[in-house]
């Protein structure tokens, strides 16, 4: 944020995204022209903004190195014509050895990307609902930590799947990062169990402002999202929840005050101590 005392207007953006990435891209494309309308400094999107197919014989022929995305480019565009920074939640992006990266990308009002984050936690999994997910079957995770300057202060990055497992979270902790954004793709079994609880803990571990920008509905792929884009505060309230009816954006403020208050009342970050290794049988 600029400065003790500074707040920040942000837009956050939920989408249904399909398979089409152009109708994808124009829909993130009107988005920031909204949010610079309504005076935010920068806008977050959610994960798999640009392209939401799981038929990958299908999306294989979307699916290009970083430099020639076209979506990548419109938002970019879009960023520098309006002078909005955009917290890209994640695009699918071809790497050299053949496989994907699940990539979240930060651009600023210059429309220059200043900062790229693999998501590291594959999605692997087999719900009761008989939903199954295998992620590493065609993406590769990411191995860096990643945290960026911004308009909204120092933030940290994730996607979706990374909010269970706290290592993560516990390092942009200690790179002292006052947003992290964990945009996402929910399931909605899991989102009604877990979402709103992840979120907040993850808010209240780092002290810090957690900006969680969500896919909704029924998408053309036959998937369904949770929704329920959410703004937490560093205390873990909720000021944001854009709900589940369909795509939706809102708007909220981050206060670094706020921020400073919070780790001054609970300095759970400078009181962390190593711990002990087990000496079980």
Known sequence: MNGGGATTRIAVLQMCA????????A???AAVAEARG?????????????????????????????????VLAAVR???????LWVALGSLAVARDDGRWANRSLVID????????????????VALGSGESWRESSAYAPGERVMTVQTPAGRLGLSVCYD??????????GRQSCDVI???AAFTVPTGAAHWHLLQRARAVEASAYVVAAAQVGTHQDGRRTYGHSLVVDPWGE????????????????LDQARIADVRRQLPSLANRRPIPRSEGS
């Open 77 to 83: 565009e879009a960023a520098a014509a309006h002078g």
């Open 181 to 183: 954004a964990i945009p």
């Open 163 to 172: 909010i269970r497992f706290p290592a993560l979270f516990e390092e942009l």
């Open 238 to 253: 909720v000021l944001l929840d854009l709900g589940a009816e369909g795509p939706a954006i809102g708007y909220a403020t």
């Open 27 to 29: 829909t993130i494309v």
């Open 109 to 124: 009002a210059s429309g220059a990307v200043v900062a790229r984050y693999d998501k590291i936690h594959m999605f692997d």
């Open 38 to 70: 309504e005076g935010a400094a920068m806008l977050f999107t959610p994960e798999m903004s640009g392209l939401l197919d799981r038929q990958r014989d299908r999306a294989r022929r979307h699916i290009v190195a970083e430099a020639a995305d076209p």
């Open 18 to 25: 399909g398979i089409d990435p152009q109708a994808n891209a």
